[in-house]
């Protein structure tokens, strides 16, 4: 029979105990208890410590059972069928749950951002105007992405925006007058059974999450691999490595699982991606020089 500890009170900014298994006690980091803070505004039933974790790490078991009636495809190279992240989970924790090593500058300037938008303000940005969401910010959309294999390519078909990725496995490199773009330019290998995605040339146009900005000497790394949870139900674990020295001290890693969802596949519709239309009814449009919309 599993063991469940009590959780402890909750003080903002502190660590904080969370219910674990086993006997085990699982701490929040200041800088995860400060995201679910953020996380729980507005929300009329606030998520615990548990929970947000549960979340973070691709669902609890109830809701498995439901996404995953049928399993994906037993060959671990093959990603097709479609696979969510839960909830969305637009920050920059890294895996250890220490926050990102911005430089003084990105600092300062996410913090502005952060103050603005608690007074107040609504932050636009290219997701809010419709432009390509950006990477790896389409990594923490709580929006279904399908591949589809190609030869010499795999596409990632991602429901938000209806943001197409062209990842190259003919190429180790971009070609040398490779233009900068939202998405940038992907190149894939494998090593063993993990997709190894690295993708440089972007444009400065797209926020790395709600706040954070990077330039044009970002370059991301990707590592996509399946993997079973303790359940039995398979994640797709992408690790994701941001390297941009103008706004980051060093090179970070954050992670994602993206649950698979044969529920979703097997609903009406474009084997559930659906339409997506940013431009239908978008009030979310720039109105001040700093990128602000500001609520009357």
């Given at each position: 029979?599993?063991?469940?500890?009590?959780?402890?009170l909750?003080v903002?900014?502190?660590?904080?105990?969370?219910?674990?298994q086993?006997?085990?006690?699982r701490?929040?980091?200041?800088?995860?208890?400060?995201?679910?803070?953020?996380?729980?505004?507005?929300?009329?039933?606030?998520?615990?410590?548990?929970?947000?974790?549960?979340?973070?790490?691709?669902?609890?078991?109830?809701?498995?059972?439901?996404?995953?009636?049928?399993?994906?495809?037993?060959?671990?190279?093959?990603?097709?069928?479609?696979?969510?992240?839960?909830?969305?989970?637009?920050?920059?924790?890294?895996?250890?749950?220490?926050?990102?090593?911005?430089?003084?500058?990105?600092?300062?300037?996410?913090?502005?951002?952060?103050?603005?938008e608690?007074?107040?303000?609504?932050?636009?940005?290219?997701?809010?105007?419709?432009?390509?969401?950006?990477?790896?910010?389409?990594?923490?959309?709580?929006?279904?992405?399908?591949?589809?294999y190609?030869?010499?390519?795999?596409?990632?078909?991602?429901?938000?925006?209806?943001n197409l990725?062209?990842?190259?496995?003919?190429?180790?490199?971009?070609?040398?007058?490779?233009?900068?773009?939202?998405?940038?330019?992907?190149?894939?290998?494998?090593?063993?059974?993990?997709?190894?995605?690295?993708?440089?040339?972007?444009?400065?146009?797209?926020?790395?999450?709600?706040?954070?900005?990077?330039?044009?000497?970002?370059?991301?790394?990707?590592?996509?691999?399946?993997?079973?949870?303790?359940?039995?139900?398979?994640?797709?674990?992408?690790?994701?490595?941001?390297?941009d020295?103008?706004?980051?001290?060093?090179?970070?890693?954050?992670?994602?699982?993206?649950?698979?969802?044969?529920?979703?596949?097997?609903?009406l519709?474009?084997?559930?991606?659906?339409?997506?239309?940013?431009?239908?009814?978008?009030?979310?449009?720039?109105?001040?020089?700093?990128?602000?919309?500001?609520?009357?």
């Amino acid at each position: 029979m599993r063991q469940f500890l009590v959780c402890v009170l909750v003080v903002a900014g502190m660590a904080t105990t969370v219910v674990a298994q086993e006997g085990t006690v699982r701490k929040l980091t200041p800088a995860e208890q400060a995201q679910l803070d953020t996380d729980n505004k507005g929300r009329s039933t606030p998520m615990t410590a548990e929970q947000w974790l549960a979340r973070r790490s691709g669902g609890n078991q109830a809701q498995r059972k439901t996404w995953e009636p049928t399993p994906p495809p037993a060959e671990p190279r093959d990603f097709t069928g479609l696979w969510q992240l839960p909830g969305g989970n637009i920050n920059l924790l890294q895996e250890n749950g220490e926050g990102a090593p911005f430089t003084p500058e990105e600092a300062k300037r996410t913090q502005h951002l952060i103050d603005a938008e608690a007074n107040g303000a609504v932050l636009t940005d290219a997701a809010s105007q419709c432009f390509p969401h950006g990477v790896p910010r389409l990594s923490f959309a709580p929006y279904p992405v399908r591949f589809v294999y190609l030869p010499g390519e795999i596409l990632m078909l991602h429901e938000v925006g209806h943001n197409l990725r062209i990842i190259h496995l003919d190429r180790k490199e971009a070609p040398q007058d490779t233009p900068q773009s939202f998405l940038g330019y992907s190149t894939g290998r494998w090593e063993g059974d993990t997709l190894v995605v690295e993708t440089s040339h972007f444009n400065d146009k797209t926020p790395l999450d709600f706040h954070s900005s990077h330039g044009t000497r970002l370059k991301v790394t990707e590592r996509f691999q399946k993997q079973k949870t303790s359940q039995g139900y398979t994640d797709l674990v992408v690790r994701i490595t941001i390297d941009d020295p103008e706004h980051f001290t060093k090179a970070f890693t954050v992670v994602r699982h993206w649950p698979y969802r044969s529920d979703m596949a097997a609903t009406l519709g474009a084997d559930g991606i659906t339409e997506y239309s940013c431009e239908e009814n978008n009030r979310n449009v720039e109105t001040t020089s700093d990128g602000r919309v500001i609520i009357k």
